[in-house]
Nanobody, 129 residues
Framework: QVQLVESGGGLVQAGGSLRLSCAASGRTFSTYTMGWFRQAPGKEREFVAAISGGGVSTLYADSVKGRFTISRVNAKKTVYLLMNSLKPEDTAVYYC??????????????????????WGQGTQVTVSS
């Protein structure tokens, strides 16, 4: 059973940066597509970014494109989300998720919550104006 543990959330002013980390267990981490999602109060959980197992392919929501960067270090079984130029509307609980199905290239299906097999507990990100 894969375990995912997020960290790095906190309170930051608008325009600031944060880097989230997601540490995973599991012997085949390098084959998992990893995703980040977020959920603001009263809203549905939404896709933020995803990265293929080898790190070759990445995918971003339009709302974060150009500001957020997803990356991974398979030797550390960790995926990261670097968030720059943060806005108050980025305030949410951020979750990492693992898709056990290997994929070389990512597509629209990788933005769907149902695609992912396992989820972390989430980390709160609050951006003040």
């Amino acid at each position: 059973q894969v375990q995912l543990v997020e960290s790095g959330g906190g309170l930051v002013q608008a325009g600031g940066s944060l880097r989230l980390s997601c540490a995973a267990s599991g012997r085949t981490f390098s084959t998992y597509t990893m995703g980040w999602f977020r959920q603001a109060p009263g809203k549905e959980r939404e896709f933020v970014a995803a990265i293929s197992g080898g790190g070759v392919s990445t995918l971003y929501a339009d709302s974060v494109k150009g500001r957020f960067t997803i990356s991974r270090v398979n030797a550390k079984k960790t995926v990261y989300l670097l968030m720059n130029s943060l806005k108050p509307e980025d305030t949410a609980v951020y979750y990492c998720a693992a898709d056990y199905t290997p994929a070389l290239f990512l597509g629209a299906a990788n933005t769907e919550r149902g695609r992912y097999d396992h989820w972390g507990q989430g980390t709160q990100v609050t951006v003040s104006s």
